[in-house]
């Protein structure tokens, strides 16, 4: 069975830093893109990042590139998304997500891929 457990968010001020993790089990992590989408009630979801060890690469949504980073830690079986210089745009339910590849991703189909974990609230107070 698959699980993917976030990490706690948080509440943070702008210009902040925050770091989430996401522990997975129940599949083969290595051949999974591993990455992260995030979703505002009411509000469409947008992927963040995604990362392919497989294929030795990483993707970031525009609106994160430079400020986010996501790695990977093979042997914990774990992803890491570090997020600095934080914005109140940034504000939203964080969930960590697996599938085969990052084509969800690329290809901007945030709604088909095969596992997510329950989400984390991550909140960028102004």
């Known amino acids: 069975e698959v699980h993917l457990v976030e990490s706690r968010g948080g509440l943070v001020q702008a210009g902040g830093s925050l770091r989430l993790s996401c522990a997975a089990s129940?599949?083969?992590?290595?051949?999974?893109?591993i990455g992260w989408f995030r979703q505002v009630p009411g509000k469409e979801r947008e992927g963040v990042s995604c990362i392919s060890t497989s294929v030795g690469k990483t993707y970031y949504a525009d609106s994160v590139k430079g400020r986010f980073t996501l790695s990977s830690d093979n042997a914990k079986n774990t992803v890491y998304l570090q997020m600095n210089s934080l914005k109140p745009e940034d504000t939203a339910v964080y969930y960590c997500?697996?599938?085969?590849?990052?084509?969800?991703?690329?290809?901007?189909?945030?709604?088909?891929?095969?596992?997510w974990g329950k989400g984390t609230l991550v909140a960028v107070s102004s």
């Open positions: 129940g599949f083969t992590f290595g051949d999974y893109g």
């Open positions: 997500t697996a599938d085969p590849t990052c084509n969800w991703f690329t290809s901007g189909s945030f709604y088909d891929m095969n596992y």
